[in-house]
């Protein structure tokens, strides 16, 4: 099955920085790359996602980069804010149901 | 409406217990699913249904049984479970694939999940 691997798994940034995560897959036949947040005590929403049909996409402050050739890809969030401060996985899909997920990155911005 | 809905809220339970979580969505999805999280890591699928019938099982025990009564509605039953089934439980739903399509839509809405205590 696919393999996610995420990086970091902790992040402090100052407020105003920007924060990258990156996120690599095993299997080359994976085409769906979303990116779920998660607060403290609350449920995963879906920020951003990206087709591997697409290299980049961007929704604001949000930024994903997809290098199918190297398997991995990346969530960018720049001018942070301490609303961005918690969890978030990458996946990958094969179109099976099934989301693979990353290990998680703990964001925390620092006011 | 763009939610998905589980209750309830917060479960405890004991070991001999019998008990029902339960999920809503009125988003026209076909395919629900429930997922099990450990505190600090990533959600585990543990059953996807798709037009109502069992299509994925993730060799889940046969303590947890999951129902699709309707296109609407998810439940899942739980009997004697176990300490270590102690998670949050996490339903969600996304629009049915179509396999024709080359990327078909797979944007998976979580609901807000219920914290089961197993003692």
């Known amino acids: 099955g696919e393999n996610v691997e995420q990086h970091p798994s902790t992040l402090s940034v100052q407020e105003g920085d920007s924060a990258v995560i990156k996120c690599t897959y095993s299997d080359s036949a994976s085409n769906y790359f979303p990116w779920y947040k998660q607060e403290l005590g609350k449920r995963p929403q879906l920020i951003i996602d990206i087709r591997s049909n697409v290299g980049e996409k961007k929704d604001q402050r949000i930024a994903v980069t997809l290098n199918k050739t190297a398997k991995h890809f990346s969530l960018h969030i720049t001018e942070t804010q301490p609303e961005d401060s918690a969890v978030y996985f990458c996946a990958a899909s094969l179109s099976d149901y099934k989301l693979s997920f990353g290990a998680g990155t703990t964001v925390t911005v620092r006011a | 409406d763009t939610e998905v809905t589980q209750t309830p809220k917060h479960l405890v339970m004991g070991m001999t217990n019998k008990k029902s979580l339960k999920c809503e969505q009125h988003m026209g999805h076909r395919a629900m699913y429930w997922y099990k999280q450990k505190a600090k890591k990533p959600p585990e699928l543990m059953f996807v249904?798709?037009?109502?019938?069992?299509?994925i099982n993730e060799s889940v025990p046969s303590r947890f049984s999951p129902e699709c009564p309707n296109s609407s509605l998810l439940n899942l039953h739980l009997h004697a479970l176990q300490p270590e089934d102690s998670a949050l439980y996490l339903c969600?739903?996304?629009?049915?694939?179509?396999?024709?399509?080359?990327?078909?839509?797979?944007?998976?809405?979580f609901g807000s999940g219920t914290q089961l205590s197993v003692l």
């Open positions: 969600a739903s996304s629009q049915e694939r179509r396999k024709s399509m080359k990327y078909p839509n797979e944007k998976l809405f």
């Open positions: 249904y798709s037009y109502e019938k069992l299509s």
